[in-house]
């Protein structure tokens, strides 16, 4: 069943196929698909849709993706992923006009909180190359503890990149 969560300032639904256009004019930019492990980059309009379509299809119950809101904008992306067992995966992207603005803090906030509830996740994880401090900042601000250093994949870039893992279980977790 899918879900929509609000913020203080922040609409998060699921998104939809219709959202393509949308989602390539604001997050078409290499600053913001260079920092994600698994979208091209450039991403177009029909890139953009066939991962919609894709999020549509996934399971209910371990995968939750939400498009963000701010004042009636798109602004980014962000989601939670059944990784293996009670441990979730989350993940998240804003176009580079919403940087800085504690957006991405509270959707992740948000998220987590979710999975908390409705996953019934029991540790949750994220990951952020290590040229992208700002992400790694984030995490920490939920209560995301480092783990270790690894290299991880980007699509966007084609090449594995030094990445941090980040994870917390719920009693680490800050509201």
């Known amino acids: 069943m899918p879900h929509t969560i609000r913020t203080q300032r922040l609409l998060m ?3 939809s196929p219709r959202d393509a256009r949308v989602f390539s004019l604001v997050l078409n930019d290499w600053r ?8 091209p980059y450039p991403l177009t309009k029909e ?14 119950l371990e995968d939750h993706v939400f498009a963000l809101f ?3 904008a798109f602004i980014g992306t962000c989601g939670i992923h059944r990784e293996r067992g009670p441990v979730y995966s989350i993940g998240y992207m804003l176009g580079v006009d919403y940087w800085g603005k504690g957006f991405a803090t509270e959707a992740l906030r948000a998220v987590c909180d979710f999975g908390w ?3 019934r996740a029991e540790r ?3 990951d952020a190359f290590i040229s992208n401090p700002a992400s790694c900042r984030v995490m920490q601000k ?3 503890g480092f783990v270790r250093s690894e ?3 980007s699509a966007a870039r084609g090449a594995y990149l030094p990445m941090n893992r980040y994870e917390m279980t719920r009693t680490e977790f800050r509201p």
Do not use: D, E, S
């Not at 913001?32 to 979208?39: L, S, Y």
């Not at 890139?47 to 209910?60: E, I, N, S, T």
């Open 13 to 15: 639904r699921p998104p």
């Open 32 to 39: 913001v698909v260079a920092n994600t492990g698994t979208w």
């Open 47 to 60: 890139r953009a849709a066939f991962r919609l379509r894709y999020a549509q299809g996934m399971k209910p």
């Open 70 to 72: 701010h004042g009636g």
């Open 117 to 119: 509830r409705i996953c």
């Open 124 to 126: 949750i994880a994220g």
């Open 142 to 144: 939920v209560g995301m």
């Open 151 to 153: 290299p991880g994949w």
